[in-house]
Protein backbone atom coordinates (compact mmCIF):
# COMPACT_ATOMS: atom_id res chain seq x y z
CA UNK A 1 0.00 0.00 0.00
CA UNK A 2 1.74 3.36 -1.34
CA UNK A 3 -0.93 6.07 -0.99
CA UNK A 4 -0.73 6.17 -4.60
CA UNK A 5 -3.93 5.40 -6.56
CA UNK A 6 -4.58 5.52 -10.30
CA UNK A 7 -7.12 5.24 -12.56
CA UNK A 8 -8.59 4.00 -14.38
CA UNK A 9 -6.64 0.52 -14.21
CA UNK A 10 -7.04 -0.99 -17.61
CA UNK A 11 -8.58 0.83 -21.15
CA UNK A 12 -9.21 -0.29 -24.41
CA UNK A 13 -8.62 2.91 -27.21
CA UNK A 14 -8.49 3.08 -30.92
CA UNK A 15 -5.83 4.78 -32.94
CA UNK A 16 -6.23 8.84 -33.35
CA UNK A 17 -8.19 8.89 -30.11
CA UNK A 18 -7.54 10.93 -26.74
CA UNK A 19 -6.94 9.19 -23.40
CA UNK A 20 -6.52 10.96 -19.72
CA UNK A 21 -5.17 9.03 -17.06
CA UNK A 22 -5.73 10.49 -13.33
CA UNK A 23 -3.27 10.06 -9.95
CA UNK A 24 -3.96 10.47 -6.73
CA UNK A 25 -0.73 11.43 -4.62
CA UNK A 26 -0.14 10.57 -1.12
CA UNK A 27 -0.78 13.15 1.12
CA UNK A 28 1.36 15.90 1.45
CA UNK A 29 3.69 15.01 -1.44
CA UNK A 30 4.17 17.89 -3.96
CA UNK A 31 6.23 16.00 -6.53
CA UNK A 32 4.50 13.71 -9.03
CA UNK A 33 6.00 12.44 -11.60
CA UNK A 34 4.63 9.96 -14.79
CA UNK A 35 6.21 7.14 -16.60
CA UNK A 36 5.35 4.76 -19.54
CA UNK A 37 6.28 1.35 -19.01
CA UNK A 38 6.20 -1.01 -22.30
CA UNK A 39 6.31 -4.58 -21.81
CA UNK A 40 9.81 -6.05 -21.11
CA UNK A 41 11.13 -2.91 -20.58
CA UNK A 42 12.16 -0.35 -17.74
CA UNK A 43 10.07 2.99 -17.08
CA UNK A 44 10.80 5.33 -19.25
CA UNK A 45 10.25 9.28 -17.41
CA UNK A 46 7.60 11.17 -19.27
CA UNK A 47 7.67 14.52 -16.89
CA UNK A 48 7.48 15.91 -13.80
CA UNK A 49 5.01 18.46 -12.08
CA UNK A 50 5.92 20.02 -9.09
CA UNK A 51 3.56 22.31 -7.12
CA UNK A 52 1.97 22.76 -10.64
CA UNK A 53 4.29 23.58 -12.62
CA UNK A 54 6.10 21.14 -15.36
CA UNK A 55 9.57 20.54 -13.35
CA UNK A 56 11.54 18.17 -16.37
CA UNK A 57 10.53 16.34 -19.04
CA UNK A 58 11.57 12.90 -20.77
CA UNK A 59 11.70 12.49 -24.84
CA UNK A 60 8.28 12.51 -25.48
CA UNK A 61 6.68 14.53 -27.70
CA UNK A 62 4.22 17.34 -27.26
CA UNK A 63 1.19 15.00 -27.32
CA UNK A 64 1.96 13.76 -24.10
CA UNK A 65 0.85 16.54 -21.58
CA UNK A 66 -0.15 16.68 -18.06
CA UNK A 67 -1.80 18.57 -15.00
CA UNK A 68 -1.39 18.55 -11.88
CA UNK A 69 -4.10 20.35 -9.21
CA UNK A 70 -3.75 22.38 -5.97
CA UNK A 71 -4.43 19.35 -4.17
CA UNK A 72 -1.41 17.56 -6.18
CA UNK A 73 -3.48 15.40 -7.70
CA UNK A 74 -2.11 14.91 -11.18
CA UNK A 75 -3.64 13.64 -14.75
CA UNK A 76 -1.67 12.22 -17.81
CA UNK A 77 -3.12 13.59 -21.23
CA UNK A 78 -2.32 11.89 -24.41
CA UNK A 79 -3.43 13.41 -28.26
CA UNK A 80 -3.35 11.80 -31.51
CA UNK A 81 -2.76 7.79 -29.62
CA UNK A 82 -0.75 5.22 -31.46
CA UNK A 83 -0.43 2.14 -31.65
CA UNK A 84 3.06 2.25 -29.66
CA UNK A 85 1.48 4.33 -27.02
CA UNK A 86 0.20 0.73 -25.27
CA UNK A 87 1.98 0.21 -22.52
CA UNK A 88 1.33 0.20 -18.54
CA UNK A 89 1.66 4.26 -17.43
CA UNK A 90 2.40 5.01 -13.89
CA UNK A 91 2.45 7.84 -11.53
CA UNK A 92 4.93 8.35 -8.71
CA UNK A 93 4.91 10.41 -5.98
CA UNK A 94 7.12 12.51 -3.62
CA UNK A 95 7.73 15.50 -1.06
CA UNK A 96 10.73 17.14 -3.32
CA UNK A 97 13.90 17.01 -1.17
CA UNK A 98 17.24 14.86 -1.52
CA UNK A 99 16.90 11.14 -0.50
CA UNK A 100 13.23 10.84 0.08
CA UNK A 101 11.22 7.91 -0.90
CA UNK A 102 9.09 7.80 -4.31
CA UNK A 103 6.15 5.85 -4.20
CA UNK A 104 4.48 4.20 -7.30
CA UNK A 105 1.15 3.58 -8.02
CA UNK A 106 -0.23 0.24 -9.51
CA UNK A 107 -0.30 1.90 -12.80
CA UNK A 108 -2.91 2.14 -15.68
CA UNK A 109 -2.57 -0.30 -18.50
CA UNK A 110 -3.71 1.22 -22.04
CA UNK A 111 -3.97 -0.38 -25.40
CA UNK A 112 -4.26 0.95 -28.08
CA UNK A 113 -5.93 -0.67 -31.35
CA UNK B 1 19.48 4.56 -24.57
CA UNK B 2 19.77 3.21 -21.26
CA UNK B 3 21.87 5.28 -18.66
CA UNK B 4 21.38 2.47 -16.17
CA UNK B 5 22.38 -1.53 -17.30
CA UNK B 6 21.05 -4.49 -15.70
CA UNK B 7 22.15 -7.70 -15.05
CA UNK B 8 21.32 -10.32 -15.93
CA UNK B 9 17.97 -9.62 -17.79
CA UNK B 10 16.84 -13.17 -16.75
CA UNK B 11 17.49 -15.73 -13.60
CA UNK B 12 15.95 -18.83 -12.90
CA UNK B 13 17.27 -20.20 -9.69
CA UNK B 14 15.85 -22.78 -6.84
CA UNK B 15 14.11 -21.90 -4.39
CA UNK B 16 16.81 -22.13 -0.97
CA UNK B 17 19.70 -20.67 -3.26
CA UNK B 18 21.46 -17.25 -3.24
CA UNK B 19 21.28 -14.77 -6.23
CA UNK B 20 22.95 -11.44 -6.66
CA UNK B 21 21.66 -8.62 -9.62
CA UNK B 22 23.88 -5.85 -10.16
CA UNK B 23 22.72 -2.49 -11.73
CA UNK B 24 26.17 -0.04 -13.52
CA UNK B 25 25.46 3.75 -13.77
CA UNK B 26 27.04 5.30 -16.94
CA UNK B 27 27.99 7.96 -14.63
CA UNK B 28 27.77 9.26 -11.04
CA UNK B 29 24.46 8.81 -9.19
CA UNK B 30 23.08 10.95 -6.49
CA UNK B 31 21.00 7.97 -5.15
CA UNK B 32 19.95 4.30 -6.09
CA UNK B 33 16.55 2.64 -5.62
CA UNK B 34 15.64 -0.72 -5.65
CA UNK B 35 11.79 -1.88 -6.61
CA UNK B 36 10.53 -4.98 -7.12
CA UNK B 37 7.38 -5.03 -9.47
CA UNK B 38 5.46 -8.23 -10.10
CA UNK B 39 4.19 -8.36 -13.77
CA UNK B 40 2.06 -5.90 -14.83
CA UNK B 41 1.58 -4.05 -11.27
CA UNK B 42 3.03 -0.87 -9.86
CA UNK B 43 6.80 -0.57 -8.43
CA UNK B 44 6.84 -1.70 -4.68
CA UNK B 45 9.87 0.26 -3.37
CA UNK B 46 12.64 -2.42 -1.72
CA UNK B 47 15.94 0.23 -0.67
CA UNK B 48 17.51 3.40 -0.99
CA UNK B 49 20.96 4.31 -1.37
CA UNK B 50 22.84 7.16 -1.17
CA UNK B 51 26.26 7.09 0.32
CA UNK B 52 29.92 5.49 -1.47
CA UNK B 53 30.04 2.14 0.41
CA UNK B 54 26.11 2.26 1.79
CA UNK B 55 24.86 -1.39 2.75
CA UNK B 56 21.51 -1.74 3.52
CA UNK B 57 19.25 -5.13 4.41
CA UNK B 58 15.65 -6.03 4.62
CA UNK B 59 15.13 -9.91 5.94
CA UNK B 60 16.89 -11.85 3.25
CA UNK B 61 17.22 -8.93 0.39
CA UNK B 62 20.84 -6.64 1.30
CA UNK B 63 21.42 -3.65 -1.13
CA UNK B 64 25.11 -2.33 -1.68
CA UNK B 65 26.25 0.81 -3.40
CA UNK B 66 30.09 0.73 -4.29
CA UNK B 67 32.89 3.59 -3.06
CA UNK B 68 32.35 5.43 -6.53
CA UNK B 69 28.40 5.62 -6.26
CA UNK B 70 28.31 3.65 -9.91
CA UNK B 71 27.60 0.63 -9.48
CA UNK B 72 25.02 -1.64 -6.90
CA UNK B 73 24.03 -4.88 -6.35
CA UNK B 74 20.77 -6.58 -4.87
CA UNK B 75 21.85 -9.92 -2.88
CA UNK B 76 18.83 -12.32 -1.85
CA UNK B 77 19.77 -15.19 0.63
CA UNK B 78 17.97 -18.50 0.14
CA UNK B 79 15.38 -16.87 -2.16
CA UNK B 80 11.69 -18.06 -1.68
CA UNK B 81 9.07 -18.37 -4.64
CA UNK B 82 7.68 -15.08 -2.88
CA UNK B 83 10.89 -13.65 -4.56
CA UNK B 84 10.10 -13.65 -7.93
CA UNK B 85 9.22 -10.78 -9.66
CA UNK B 86 10.82 -8.43 -12.10
CA UNK B 87 13.81 -6.22 -9.91
CA UNK B 88 14.66 -2.68 -10.94
CA UNK B 89 16.93 -0.53 -10.08
CA UNK B 90 16.36 3.30 -10.45
CA UNK B 91 18.64 6.25 -10.32
CA UNK B 92 18.33 9.50 -9.02
CA UNK B 93 20.98 12.17 -10.75
CA UNK B 94 19.68 14.90 -9.24
CA UNK B 95 17.75 16.22 -11.98
CA UNK B 96 14.79 15.59 -10.10
CA UNK B 97 13.33 12.38 -12.06
CA UNK B 98 14.59 8.69 -11.86
CA UNK B 99 15.91 6.77 -14.70
CA UNK B 100 15.09 3.19 -14.55
CA UNK B 101 17.08 0.00 -15.75
CA UNK B 102 15.40 -2.70 -18.32
CA UNK B 103 14.73 -4.70 -14.92
CA UNK B 104 15.73 -8.46 -14.13
CA UNK B 105 13.23 -11.06 -14.30
CA UNK B 106 13.83 -13.78 -11.65
CA UNK B 107 11.44 -17.15 -11.44
CA UNK B 108 12.23 -19.21 -8.12
CA UNK B 109 11.45 -22.41 -8.27
CA UNK B 110 10.08 -24.21 -5.48
Known amino acids: ETGVTQSPTHLIKTRGQQVTLRCSSQ?????VSWYQQALGQGPQFIFQ???????GRGNFPPRFSGLQFPNYSSELNVNALELDDSALYLCASSVRAAGNTIYFGEGSWLTVV | SQELEQSPQSLIVQEGKNLTINCTSS?????LYWYKQKYGEGLIFLMMLQKGGEEKSHEKITAKLDEKKQQSSLHITASQPSHAGIYLCGADYNNNDMRFGAGTRLTVKP
Open chain 1, 27 to 31: SGHNT
Open chain 1, 49 to 55: YYREEEN
Open chain 2, 27 to 31: KTLYG
